[in-house]
């Protein structure tokens, strides 16, 4: 006769090792992403990095529910999630940066070493997050400035500027919003969070070489707008905020 519990553990186990399957999947995504910058095709870039945003929006709170830290305490998923996340969100926009000409000319090299060098700081910094959930400092996010260069069509220029500005941002205690993890306006924040992935995934596929985001699809390009506002005045409140009591 089959011991019950034995059964119990042996899916646990399972469970817990679907999860970081899962999380390992992220990285693949990246490479994914990696030969569609080679191949010149921005958008595809785009839409599998946002397949790895998805994997990596979920997957703690799977992680969490079947406890994969005592389930399988040989596997270090923070380690894990930390070298997907600096890939994904370092190494293949600093690429990107690199490949699609997202500065001037000359200053291709130095954006997107710059990038790779400031992150090294977010991913040692030990106090990367409150005791809220909120990041403190630029978290390195980098696929989100390159996505919003990709909708606004903003001048070489100011992108560069924009990068620059961000880079100082990692080492000032400003705070930002993990859209998912702080439970500040939650009722709010997460319908704007799907707001605005969803409204991010159509201005994408909008093609810069035929029409403005903002022409094209001028309703969805406002609600992008207004959530992405919503989440600059939710990180400036909290900024401005006294720390919370632990």
Not at 66 to 82: F, K, M, S
Not at 178 to 191: A, C, E, S
Not at 208 to 230: G, I, R, T
Request: glycine share 4%; aromatic share 14%; hydrophobic share 55%.
């Amino acid at each position: 006769m089959r011991n019950p519990s034995a059964e119990h553990q042996k899916k646990e186990v399972a469970a817990a090792w679907a999860v970081h399957t899962f999380t390992a999947s992220g990285i693949v995504l990246g490479f994914l992403a990696v030969v569609a910058i080679l191949e010149g095709d921005k958008i595809a870039a785009f839409m599998w990095l946002g397949l790895a945003l998805f994997v990596d929006g979920i997957d703690g709170t799977l992680a969490r529910r079947v406890r994969v830290q005592e389930v399988t305490p040989q596997v270090d998923g923070t380690t894990l999630d930390n070298v997907i996340d600096f890939f994904n969100y370092v190494a293949v926009p600093a690429l990107m940066i690199y490949w699609f000409n997202v500065v001037p000319p000359g200053f291709e090299i130095y954006a997107a070493a710059g990038i790779m060098a400031v992150s090294c700081y977010t991913f040692s910094n030990v106090d990367i997050k409150t005791s809220d959930y909120y990041f403190v400092g630029f978290p390195a996010v980098w696929n989100l400035p390159v996505l919003y260069f990709h909708v606004l069509q903003t001048d070489p220029w100011i992108n560069l500027s924009v990068i620059v500005f961000l880079g100082i941002l990692t080492f000032v205690p400003m705070k930002v919003v993990h859209p998912l993890r702080v439970k500040d306006w939650r009722t709010i924040t997460v319908p704007m969070t799907v707001l605005w992935a969803a409204t991010s995934l159509r201005l994408v596929l909008i093609s810069p070489d035929v029409n403005k985001a903002q022409e094209a699809s001028p309703l969805l390009f406002w609600l992008w707008v207004m959530a992405s506002v919503y989440f600059a005045i939710l990180c400036i409140w909290r900024s401005l905020r006294k720390e919370p009591a632990v």
